[in-house]
Structures are given as C-alpha cells and as structure tokens.
C-alpha cells in the first residue's frame, strides 16, 4: 500500500475511535494517581535511546540520547532480534535506584514491523489465568516468542541476585511500548517481582477491557503517556459498543496544550486522547521534546565493534552481555528491606 493512501486509512480509522456509545467499564478499585513528571522525563530518555542503531554507543552508554538525566546509567545486557528487527536493553540505574527495561519502537522500513503495527487481527489469544482477557496475537508473539523475553528475563534476574531487590521500571515507544507491557506483566505473573512500574509513550491497545482491568491489577503503578494527537495510541479502534473490543488499561497522561492531563481509570477516559478527531503521526514521533525515532530509517541496520562481548543465536540475533558485578553505582536493597 502507498504511503498516503496508508495515512488516509490510518485517519480513517481514528476519526472511528472517537464513537460514543455505552462505556465499558473497567473496575481498578485505586481512584489515585502518583504521576511522576520528573521520572516520566527521565524514562522518556530510556525510550528515546533504545532507537540508537550504534551498539557500541549504547552498550557503553555514551550515545548521543545516553546523557542528561541517564547519566550513570549502565547496561548490562543489550539484546537485538535480527530476524523480527527488535531491539531492547536491561541495567542499572542510580536515579531512579532501579532496574530499567527499554524496547525499542517500530522501525518505519521494516516492514514486520508495519505488519505487526498496522494490519491488525482480531483479538484471538486467551490468557490464563485472566478471565475473558484476550490480546493481539502478533504483539503478544513479538515478545513472548523471540529472544526479547529470555534475554530481559535472565538480565533482571541475575541484577537482582547481584544488587538485592530492586524495583524495575519498564518503559518503551510504540510498539515497543505494547511489548514492554508484556514484559512487565510477565515479570510479576510468572517471576514474582511484585515492585514492576510501567510507563509507555504513544503506545497502541494490546488486549479487551477484561485484559485491561487484570493488567492493571497486576501492574496499578501503570502510565501510558499520549502526546496530543498521536495516531497510534487509537490504533486498533475502540469501539465503545462492542464487548469484544480493544480497550486501553489505565491510566493516561495526555500531553496536551503544554499540560499533563491525568485521566480517569477507565483507560479509554473521553476527555482525554480519545476526544480528538484528527490524528497526528508528528505527534507520534516527539514526546517531551525527544526524538522518538531512529537516526536512520533506511533499514534495521546495526553497527558494532565485534570487539564487545556479544553472543548469538542459531538464527543470529545478537546479545551483548555485562557482568552484573554488584553494588557500584546504586544503591543496593536488602533482602530485609525488600520484605519491609
């Protein structure tokens, strides 16, 4: 499909969004919201340098987006799916006193990537131990059936033997931000880490309104920030008549008219992003003023200095590995004080 005719539907489709009709509820039983502007600042930096394409400078943490509030960060494992063009990171960071998961967004010529993202199924993948949840098959694939969740799993792991406890903040862009959704939950569902805060930037719906509701059970420390007219936080559509839908879990921030409005707990709150029209995919691609793209849209290229410690895969994904050596530039957490 031509590009314009690709955005013709694409606006199509959010102008279909914004429907009004008998609400879905969702039920959180938490009516507070402890946004954190200065921490949603510090992770839009995270989600904005997991697009580096230079491995070098990311691993080492001195890439030109690898500054500012994320100084002192330091990654101890970098992974990159060749095959489904995928790229996140995992490390330490002494501010916040946290693990910090990043994933990577769509990269605009890989076109995996523009499947995954725009030619959406149905919702057809059940969840145990959530019932009547369902979620989109292929974002659901893209983290649980790559080398993302093993790589993410066993990094968190072996920095919390090393650095006692800590709590992981997850953030990513896009659909990086619906796969970090799913690592997130699948940290607290099936490693136990109860201390997992999300914060996503334009990310798209992932599952219905009983997906939503236990997600946000689940995970309540929960923010999906929405840069004004950003298209993809429509996409797929919400139809708020139909019990099959897809439907946001809470809770939004919308950047809009230089303020940050927080929604209500519905996760599709009328008054927020859903109460546009027109959809902007300029808006997608800036969140507080950062670069939410790669520097190279050509393809999903890589550089690295076959010099670091990287491993591969039999299909050749790549995963450069640090040793999580213990307590230099956080502080460390106890496994008393965990309990506490």
Known sequence: MERPALLKMVI????????????????TGDDTANF??????????????????????????TCAR??????????????????????????????????????????????????????????????????????????YGAYNNTSLRPAIVEAVDRIRKSYGELPVMATGHSMGGALVAFAALDLVMNHGIDDVHLMT????????????????????????????????????????????????????VWLHNDTEKICDDSGEDPSCSRSVWICSINDHKTYYGLSMEAEDWSTCRIIMDRSLPYQTDVSGNIILVKDAVGPTIVNPISQKAAAM
């Open 12 to 27: 199509f489709i959010c102008l279909l969004t914004a429907c009004n009709g008998r609400e879905i509820k969702i039920k």
């Open 36 to 61: 954190n502007h200065t921490l949603a600042l510090i992770l839009a930096e995270y989600a904005s340098a997991v697009y580096t394409v230079d491995l070098s400078e990311l691993f080492s943490w």
């Open 66 to 139: 690898c500054n500012n509030l994320t100084t002192g960060f330091e990654v101890i494992e970098l992974v990159v799916d060749i095959q489904n063009c995928l790229q996140a990171f995992v490390g330490v960071a002494p501010d916040p006193n946290a693990i910090i998961i990043a994933i990577r967004g769509t990269q605009e010529n890989s076109i995996q990537n523009w499947i995954e993202d725009f030619i959406w199924q149905e919702l057809d993948l059940k969840l145990p131990d959530m019932p009547g949840a369902m979620v989109h098959r292929g974002l």
């Open 201 to 252: 930037f334009g990310q798209p719906r992932i599952g219905n309104a009983a997906f939503a509701s236990c997600f946000y059970k689940y995970i309540p420390n929960t923010f999906r920030i929405v840069h004004d007219r950003d298209i993809v936080a429509h996409l797929p559509p919400y139809y708020s008549f139909y019990w099959k839908s897809y439907h946001h879990f809470p809770r939004e």
